[in-house]
């Protein structure tokens, strides 16, 4: 009956233990919808995890909403494309360290008819201009994420304010990259977007690039481990293994080999 009840006991004490060390091995991830829906998590996690084993899920945000899931404590670490919005989390408190991985660029898109008249140009503040003037329609994230604070910046580069005018042609839809560039296709409007969202993108009849090649349009990512002085349920060591990961030589050559069709979406330049 004791040797029963010693190995009950050890059974007992290994079912719960399992659970906890699994959770050990897993990190949630706030990131942007592009890292996401480029397809770089889906050929870089296997990668991670093959490497540490550990097990990454990735909440796939605008970058204003994955600053907030990291701010609840809900994410071990964000991984977003808004430098001034990643400096106020920074300032706050709410991350450790923060990061640059790796580089890409936004890209006006717009119908194939280019009824503004901009194809071909690389000057983002004549282009925007020129939609304001023909009003033409504009597809708006209006999501608070880091194409969508970039989209401001450049309207205000422009000297132009279509979504405080609330202009008619202006169109804030508050969803995803490819939520906004399907919504463009089917209106014939103009969008911003990220370049490997776009590469991606499956659905490019009817659309093509209307600008791009201005330094303005340049799209840098960096990362953060969720500060655990602020939230202790954060998985500091799983965390940083998945920082220090993107950042390392091995990650950084990871990033530059995922590519769509012959062409290289993102561009590390983590430590530059």
Sequence with gaps: MRVFLKLALAAALSCSLA?????????????????????????????????????????????????????????????????????????????????DVMYNDFVLIGPTADPAGIKGGKDIVAGLKAIDARQVPFVSRGDKSGTHIAELDLWKSAALDPAGKKES?????????????????????????????????????????????????????GVMLVNPAKHPNVKVAAGQAFVDYL????????????????????FPNAGK
Excluded: C
């Design 169 to 221: 042609w202006y169109r804030e839809i508050g969803q995803g990259m490819g939520a906004a560039l399907n919504t463009a296709k089917a209106m014939g409007a103009y969008v911003l977007s990220d370049r490997a969202t776009w590469i991606s993108f499956k659905g490019k009849d009817g659309l093509a690039i209307a600008v791009e090649g201005d330094t303005k349009l340049f799209n840098q990512y």
């Design 19 to 99: 659970p906890a060390q699994a959770q050990e091995k897993s990190i949630v991830v706030a990131s942007t919808t592009s890292t996401q829906d480029s397809g770089l998590f889906g050929y870089l996690l296997p990668l991670f995890k093959a490497k540490t084993g550990i097990d990454v899920k990735v909440i796939a945000q605008g970058t204003g909403q994955a600053l907030d899931t990291g701010r609840r404590g809900d994410a071990d670490v964000v991984f977003v494309h808004a430098r001034s919005a990643e400096d106020k989390f920074m300032a706050e408190g709410f991350g450790v360290k923060r990061f």
């Design 247 to 266: 950042i390392s030589p091995e990650g950084q050559k990871d990033i530059a080999g995922y590519k769509i069709e012959g062409q290289q979406l993102f």
